[in-house]
Nanobody, 125 residues
C-alpha cells in the first residue's frame, strides 16, 4: 500500500505562487507515474499534470496550466511537487496527487491505484 499526503496549499493573491508537495509512505514510488488533479466547488475532478517514473523528460500538462505549472519529482525523497506560478482565481480548488504504474491511466484519470486526501488552494482576485 502507498499512502500519499499532500501539503503546501493555502491562500494566495492572483499572480502569486505556491508549491505543493506529495509525500509517499508505506512503500517506495519506484516505478510509479504520478499525477496532480484538482476539483473546484461544483465541478468534476480534472487532470492537471503528470510525470513518468523517469522524471522531467516525460511530463504532461492540462492546457489550462501549461506554462504556469511545473511538475517534478525527487525519487530519493519519495516526493512529487507541483510548482504553481502566475496563479489565477480559476485555479482555486482542492488539489490531489495520485499514483499508478500506468501513466496512461493517469492521463485518462481512470481507476488510479492511490490518491491523497487533497490540499486546498485558494486564489483571490
Amino acid at each position: 500500500q502507498v499512502q500519499l499526503v499532500e501539503s503546501g496549499g493555502g491562500m494566495v493573491q492572483a499572480g502569486g505562487s505556491l508549491r505543493l508537495s506529495c509525500a509517499a509512505s508505506g512503500r517506495t514510488l519506484s516505478g510509479y507515474a504520478m499525477g496532480w488533479f484538482r476539483q473546484a466547488p461544483g465541478k468534476e475532478r480534472e487532470f492537471v499534470a503528470a510525470i513518468s517514473w523517469s522524471g522531467a523528460s516525460n511530463t504532461y500538462y492540462a492546457d489550462s496550466v501549461k506554462g504556469r505549472f511545473t511538475i517534478s519529482r525527487d525519487n530519493a525523497k519519495n516526493t512529487v511537487y507541483l510548482q504553481m506560478n502566475s496563479l489565477k482565481p480559476e485555479d482555486t480548488a482542492v488539489y490531489y496527487c495520485a499514483a499508478d504504474y500506468n501513466l496512461g491511466k493517469i492521463l485518462r484519470s481512470q481507476g488510479l491505484d492511490y490518491w491523497g486526501q487533497g490540499t486546498q488552494v485558494t486564489v483571490s482576485s
